[in-house]
């Protein structure tokens, strides 16, 4: 349907085409508490506990033991892949809406294609007989369907015909517009006056644009060309009612094309991009960064053996566990294999000495 592009009158004022209350609601759904969506079940302790291996680790020259049920050497990755996971439902999609909607901010206007196989009647339609010089008008208009796609309409009548059955012009020109035009791709401008001369100049105007003119008429273009029009309209030294209209379809045939950068949408894209990448930084950096291992279970070795016997290196003094290793692990010397005997299963059974 089509909808009022903005008027005025001769009292000076005009009004705007939209109530104007647009408003963008984003929702985003609540982050983790983190921690343990895939439970790992990880556990390490000084004791052993059932299902657990032993390892043998060394810290300030002394042998240590810590039973856990993984193996100590390697870094946690599940926690870490479970934040990938949960950033890429939740957080990378509201990242990408948000560089969408930056792009999207930047606007270049497309001709109106519907006309393209039709020939456009651009109708000029003088009632109340005001114009003397149609031909400015029609040039003027013509630039702009040419332009724009939109084929721009001017009838003019006479408050008569519409003041005792309609509230106001608005909905005068609605009635025009329905009953004339059925494309929604018309843009009317109804001029409308009195034929008696009252002492003053009793004028009104009316914009009306349909529905597929809306992405080249915007709100606040409509806006802008209702207060040129309406401006000029007040200068009737300067301009008649033709050369009004004349003069600001040509100055909007242009303006109405050029490229727009969407404010408000380039600001939330701005915010839903960096909100939520940095959400992504935090989480893979905080609650859920890989996990570490502590530096002296980095050497740690598996050590299954049933009995334990230990002895201070002969070169260094440090205390190392029989028959886990052939050098020193705390200085690397070579170290006598023949100090114990082991069985079939590798354990230690008897001390030489
Ligand atoms: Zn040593």
Redesign the pocket.
């Known amino acids: 349907m089509p909808h009022s592009s903005g008027g005025g009158s001769h009292s000076g004022g005009s009004h705007s085409s939209h109530s104007s209350s647009s408003s963008y609601h984003s929702s985003s759904g609540g982050g983790s508490s983190g921690g343990d969506i895939f439970p790992s079940n990880r556990r390490v302790s000084s004791q052993p506990f059932k299902g657990c291996s032993r390892y043998l680790y060394y810290k300030d020259n002394q042998p240590h033991f810590v039973y856990s049920n993984y193996d100590v050497r390697k870094r946690s990755m599940g926690n870490f892949i479970a934040g990938i996971i949960i950033s890429a439902l939740f957080f990378l999609p509201v990242v990408i809406i948000g560089i969408v909607t930056m792009c999207m901010s930047y606007e270049v206007p497309k001709r109106l294609t519907y006309f393209n196989n039709k020939k456009p009647d651009i109708v000029i339609e003088d009632n109340l007989g005001v114009f003397e010089d149609k031909k400015k008008l029609k040039d003027s208009m013509k630039q702009f369907y040419q332009e724009t796609g939109i084929v721009p309409a001017v009838i003019t009548v006479r408050n008569e015909d519409w003041n005792e059955d309609y509230v106001n012009l608005e909905k005068y020109a609605y009635d025009v517009y329905v009953n004339r035009f059925s494309d929604e791709a018309h843009w009317l401008i109804v001029y409308s006056s009195a034929t008696k001369d009252n002492g003053f100049d009793d004028w009104y105007w009316e914009g009306m644009q349909g529905d597929k003119t809306d992405p080249i008429i915007t709100g606040k273009l409509a806006d802008r060309f209702t207060e040129s029009l309406q401006t000029r309209l007040l200068q009737r030294s300067k301009y008649s009612v033709e050369d009004a209209i004349a003069v600001t379809f040509g100055e909007y045939s242009s303006k109405m094309m050029q490229p727009r950068l969407d404010a408000s949408k380039l600001i939330l894209g701005l915010l839903l991009f960096t909100i939520f990448s940095g959400l992504i930084v935090f989480v893979l950096t905080g609650p859920y960064k890989p996990g570490k291992v502590p530096e002296e279970y980095k050497n740690a070795k598996p050590c299954n053996l049933t009995k334990v016997f230990q002895e201070p ?1 002969n ?2 003094g ?1 205390i190392y566990i029989i028959g886990m290793h052939t050098t ?1 692990p ?2 690397g ?1 070579a170290l006598p294999a023949h100090h114990y005997i082991k069985d079939e299963q590798g354990n230690v059974v008897e001390l030489m000495t």
């Open positions: 290196c070169f260094c440090g020193c705390h200085c010397a």
